[in-house]
């Protein structure tokens, strides 16, 4: 079947900073992702979305290296790294945050975004380096705690904190790598309505980038709606519609078939 190509995707101005070409994985019999091929510039935010099964997980692991294609391409920056591990696609520049938070729980809050700054540098994770041989990695490690609002917790124990601040440090994390495109994979799951805004607001926050690429896995349409910039379908593994946000959301075939919803002006 066809991409549904509802209205220009990606109007905003920017170079394409991610490309998956025909990027495909089987298992078994089963084609959990089907030759799928997009493109994602920089300066936007693409939110990846469909019902539960329908892959979205799967290729993302497929662009971050956690899984390795049966076939196609992923290429960042022109570069295909489709071979590299997931720590050297990392290095490469993604940022992949996961639904479930991945810390050092028992080190404290400026720890873990520390040895982040000093995997960046490629200086190795080693802890017992003497803290005051590193004072720039440990302002840029203050500075960005101070843009997710942690300061006041830098000396807990990442386990001690809540959900909510959890995630917060794994975005401090993403962006203490400063990497060129940033992977989120339902970041609001599990979360409070109270802690939902916290994390809306520092994605907001890193939209101001115009030199990163966002892409978002989101079930949350109230969500996606305010977000994205440009919203893709997947639908048992295979690449259904792209497009503007209000076109992809309006179109009868992907509120039914895709999304879940009745179409607009019908009841639910």
């Not at 329908?54 to 960042?76: D, E, H, P, R």
């Not at 992809?248 to 999304?259: E, F, N, T």
Request: with cysteine.
């Amino acid at each position: 079947m066809s991409v549904q190509k509802l209205d220009a995707a990606g109007k905003k101005a920017g170079t394409v900073s991610l490309e998956t070409r025909d990027l495909t994985i089987r298992f078994g019999g089963h084609v959990a992702v089907n030759a799928v091929s997009c493109a994602f510039k920089t300066g936007t935010l693409t939110a990846i979305v469909g019902p539960n099964g329908a892959g979205k997980t799967t290729y993302f692991n497929l662009i971050s290296g956690q899984l390795n294609a049966s076939a196609g391409q992923v290429l960042l920056n022109g570069r295909d790294i489709s071979r590299l591990q997931a720590s050297a696609r990392m290095h490469a520049g993604l940022g992949r945050a996961f639904q479930l938070t991945s810390l050092f729980p028992r080190l404290t809050v400026l720890e873990n975004v520390r040895l982040a700054l000093q995997s960046k540098r490629q200086m190795g994770l080693d802890m017992w380096n003497i803290w005051s041989s590193h004072k720039d990695l440990i302002a840029r490690a203050e500075e960005v705690l101070e843009a997710v609002a942690l300061t006041a917790k830098r000396n807990m124990y990442a386990a001690a904190l809540p959900h909510g601040d959890q995630r917060k440090l794994e975005v401090a994390l993403l962006m203490a790598l400063d990497p060129t495109v940033y992977m989120f994979d339902e970041p609001t799951a599990g979360m409070s309505v109270d802690e939902v805004p916290v994390i809306l607001d520092l994605i907001r926050m890193l939209k101001t980038k115009t030199d990163k690429t966002i892409l978002l896995v989101e079930h949350k349409m109230d969500v996606v709606r305010e977000l994205a910039d440009r919203i893709i379908v997947l639908h048992n593994g295979t690449l259904m519609a792209d497009g503007e946000p209000e076109a992809v959301i309006a179109s009868p075939v992907v509120q039914q078939a895709y999304l879940g919803l009745a179409p607009v002006g019908e009841a639910a």
